[in-house]
């Protein structure tokens, strides 16, 4: 399984002779001379190296990753110890670490903010002043639609993102971006659309479908029919590319996991289930060769699927930090999601995805080596 070595540079930097000895002095040159160009960022600039407990990862393989955004209603609403500086904290880790950790794009897995669309410009203007931060570095995002993002709660249905979702992320703003490729619906909308990025010289499709749930009060059947009808169709069109999937919705947590409140102790040993929204969206997107991968948050805690469709192979990864808790782990030590992200790593070399999952700080990032937080799969198999 590969795992991740983190160096980290400082401004101040000491004993190179140790570190001489460690390391190949020449993995250090391009990082000091952009750190005396640019300056320190806030998080420093981490190197990942291989170490004696890496398996063939070496300095030359082609590898690039994606930045995963759980749930962040916590830190735009103030909610359960839940702050902004857990957000600025991981737009800064990305911003400063895009070239050396190759970030090629950044998903967000929507539940942006709380208190869903109307009368909450404070907290999607929160949201709004972190995310386009990404803009300013040219840093390729998307932004999934969470139940909370709409009004009410669950509705795919207009009115229910234009007063926020609509007005900061809609059609008008995100198209001015060169990776956004287009969205089901006219207008502004933008609630279920897709980006298109390149890396490694394999061109990606990242389609995004809204919150839109069976069983739920503001469940649409119509809807749901007309955005799965143009995800076909838009899936058959970029038919050469290899497709990302990002619903709010898809997975639950495995059973017997605590991972919703409790870090540090999980596996993979116990598959998560399909959500509804979940089946209905295996259901009609399995049938597109390209499909290979589904992101999600929704339901707090981690977990994973791997389901095998005539050969064909879609992997789903759930990651919801909202109910974490500190320790002692009362009701009271609630965190508000700790700055928690991932970094999905695929390595062409070795046709790997490596996920890991960790919280940026300004001074040691905090990590979670678990199994159902720092693993390894085959890339598209």
């Known amino acids: 399984m590969n795992r991740f070595s983190i160096i980290k540079i400082d401004c101040h930097i000491q004993n190179w002779g140790q570190i001489n000895k460690k390391y190949n002095i020449w993995n250090f040159v391009l990082p000091i001379i952009l750190l005396l160009f640019f300056g320190c960022e806030k998080q420093g600039i981490e190197i990942e190296t291989a170490d004696t407990n890496t398996v063939n990862l070496s300095g030359s393989d082609e590898f690039f990753q994606i930045a995963v955004l759980p749930d962040t209603q916590y830190y735009t609403a103030l909610k359960h110890n839940g702050t902004m500086d857990m957000f600025e904290e991981q737009i800064t880790w990305i911003r400063a670490n895009k070239e050396t950790s190759k970030i090629a794009y950044v998903v967000h897995l929507g539940d942006v903010v709380d208190h869903g669309d109307d009368n909450n410009s404070v907290e999607w203007t929160r949201a709004k002043n972190e ?85 739920h009060a503001e469940y649409s059947s119509s809807i749901e029919n007309a955005v799965m009808n143009w995800a076909d169709g838009i899936l058959n069109t970029y038919s050469s590319r290899k497709a990302i999937i990002v ?112 919280a940026p700080r300004p001074g040691p990032n905090i990590l979670e080596v678990d199994g159902d937080s720092d693993f390894t799969e085959p890339l598209y198999n």
């Not at 909370?148 to 207009?158: E, F, I, L, R």
């Not at 008008?172 to 956004?180: A, S």
């Not at 030590?333 to 490596?354: A, E, I, P, V, Y």
Request: charged residues 15%; aromatic residues 12%; proline residues 5%.
């Open 131 to 215: 995310l386009y931060k990404l803009e300013q570095d040219g840093i390729p995002y998307g932004v999934a639609v969470g139940n909370h993002d709409q009004t009410p709660y669950g509705n795919p249905a207009s009115p229910g993102t234009n007063s926020g979702y609509g007005v900061y992320f809609g059609r008008n703003h995100m198209q001015l971006n060169p990776w956004y490729g287009g969205a089901y619906g006219s207008s502004n909308n933008s609630d279920n659309h897709y980006d298109l990025f390149t890396a490694n010289g394999v061109d990606y499709i990242v389609l995004y479908i809204e919150f839109n749930t069976p069983g």
């Open 247 to 358: 619903s709010h919705s898809i997975l639950g947590r495995p059973a017997g996991s605590n991972s919703d409140t409790i870090p540090g102790q999980g596996n993979n040993n116990v598959a998560s289930n399909f959500t509804n929204q979940g089946d209905v969206i295996y259901d009609r997107l399995k049938l597109h060769d390209n499909v290979f991968l589904m992101l999600c948050g929704h339901i707090s805690g981690e977990g994973f699927r791997r389901d095998n469709y005539n050969g064909h192979i879609i992997k789903s990864y759930l990651s919801d930090y909202q109910s974490r808790r500190d320790a002692p782990y009362t009701v009271n030590d609630r965190n508000g999601g700790n700055g928690l992200m991932r970094l999905m790593k695929f390595n062409k070399t070795q046709q790997t995805l490596s996920v890991r999952t960790f």
